[in-house]
């Protein structure tokens, strides 16, 4: 299969990664700088691929590995899409945005990526959607070779997916950065937190977030959160965010 990728960033590094894994490799990258185009294919060790700023070949699949805000924008030969499926790898974009395409879907995998860390993709899930059905079992055969959980689901279904990951990736990664913040004043290191974060994560998994929910908000703590509200005194971004979160767990909280 011949395979396009448009975009050097985090996600398209670990699917070119994954693609020479299961023996089907990219032949073009797409890099709207070719110097930055080529220390990619540096970077992983891809030699027999065509690096352009444009497709310029005929492919079987064109993923788009760019950001949310670009994917509709994206221009493409009419010439180059005779048999072209057009994918975009996003959680929030509706697949209406490629419907300028003959054949278009989404392949979106339920992960964050990072260049510098390594990706088991066997467990991860891909949610995939496609504008007709035999497009959908084509980008379905890709996804299977990929990872082990396809999961077909619509783009609404989809967004309130990545809403989830949001809540439970991003947001909670900012407040470890809080959390680290304040470690640094103690002379401990966020390490020492990753026995409590792992439980929490077990926890929740084994019998859901909302059994597992501890803490002085859920126990009506009045005592523990004023000292806490204390300690964040002339941050008040942070002792806003404190207070929400408190009482958004227990509304019946009295702050």
Known sequence: MKIAIIGTGNLAFHLTKRLIEIGNPPSLIISRNL????????????????????????????????????IANQSIEEKYLQKSIVVHLSGSQNITSLSSFSNYGVLYPLQTFTKEKQINWDNIPILIEGNNVLTLEKIKSVAELLTKKVIHCNSEERLKVHLSAVLSCNFTNYLYQLAQKHLNETGLVFSDLQHLIQETIDKAVAIGPEKAQTGPAIRGDGETIRLHLELLDGNESEKSLYSQISKSINPNLKL
């Not at 080529?38 to 060790?45: A, L, N, P, R």
């Open 35 to 70: 110097k930055n185009g080529q220390s990619f294919v540096d970077s992983i060790g891809l030699d027999s691929v065509a690096i352009s700023t444009a497709i310029s070949q005929d492919c079987d699949l064109i993923f788009l590995a760019v950001p949310d805000r670009q």
